[in-house]
């Protein structure tokens, strides 16, 4: 994955600005305050959003000569899993990534079937998605995106609100992936065994490194800016 001198806009502000970057750890984790820049970043990997000026290349492919191939490398998952989820049952949901890119639907179904099997969720398979608590929904949107079997897994704070038992079970799964993995996430016990941290600050990088380097680096800062706050209020 390459950012080259991109820059992106919302209205008349610029949230994001990367002169130079170059991707190719197995899991690399972005980092940073609200609104630092993380999801921009993220859904400029996927083609949601294209560079005002500069190139963004994911999987090979220029997100904006190639956006309509995206898709079938790259797969993403939502902050909010009510603007995944599509289809009124959860088995139909896991099964229809793979039924799009060709698999026969009783295949398709069957494979979803085993998905959830394997995550202790078969029970929910004829269950309406909107009947699923937050946390379960957004375990069927990490399903449903695990059944399409991306190179790349963009993530935007995937664990959020899941139980301590799914999310390790997560953990386990998400580390033993053969796919590249960029997850934005506040979660420092996960983050610590990436690759590379990307730390954005009000839509720069301020620091990339080791979790080891820039871990501690985040939380020093944000205990300084806390500390502030409270003196403040
Ligand atoms: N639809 C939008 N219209 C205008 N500005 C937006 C929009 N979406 C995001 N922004 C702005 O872009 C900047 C970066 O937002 P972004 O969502 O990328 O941050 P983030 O690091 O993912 O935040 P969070 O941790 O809160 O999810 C913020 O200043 C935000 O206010």
Request: proline share 6%.
């Amino acid at each position: 994955m390459i950012f080259e001198e991109v820059q992106f806009r919302r209205a008349d502000r610029q949230v994001l600005a990367i002169p130079e970057l170059y991707l190719a750890e197995r899991r690399i984790g972005l980092i940073g305050d609200n609104g630092s820049g993380k999801s921009t970043m993220l859904r400029l990997m996927n083609g949601l959003l294209l560079p005002a000026s500069g190139r963004v290349e994911v999987a090979g492919l220029d997100t904006v000569r190639h956006r309509k191939d995206l898709p079938a490398k790259v797969g993403f998952l939502f902050q909010n899993p009510d603007h995944q989820l599509i289809f009124p049952t959860v088995v139909e949901e896991v099964a229809f990534g793979p039924a799009e890119r060709g698999m026969p639907a009783p295949q398709a179904r069957q494979q979803a079937m085993a998905l959830l099997e394997r995550h202790g969720c078969a029970q929910w398979a004829e269950r309406n998605v909107n009947e699923l608590s937050g946390g379960q929904k957004q375990l069927v949107c990490i399903l449903a995106l695990l059944a399409t079997d991306p190179s790349i897994l963009l993530m935007d704070e995937p664990f959020a609100s899941l139980d301590l038992p799914t999310r390790l079970r997560m953990y386990r799964r998400i580390t033993a992936l053969p796919q590249r993995v960029v997850m934005a996430s506040h979660d420092f016990e996960l983050l610590a065994e990436f690759d590379r941290i990307i730390w954005l600050d009000a839509g720069h990088i301020r620091l990339d490194g080791r979790p080891a380097e820039v871990l501690p680096a985040y939380r020093a800062h944000a205990t300084i800016v806390g500390a502030g706050d409270a003196l403040t209020s």
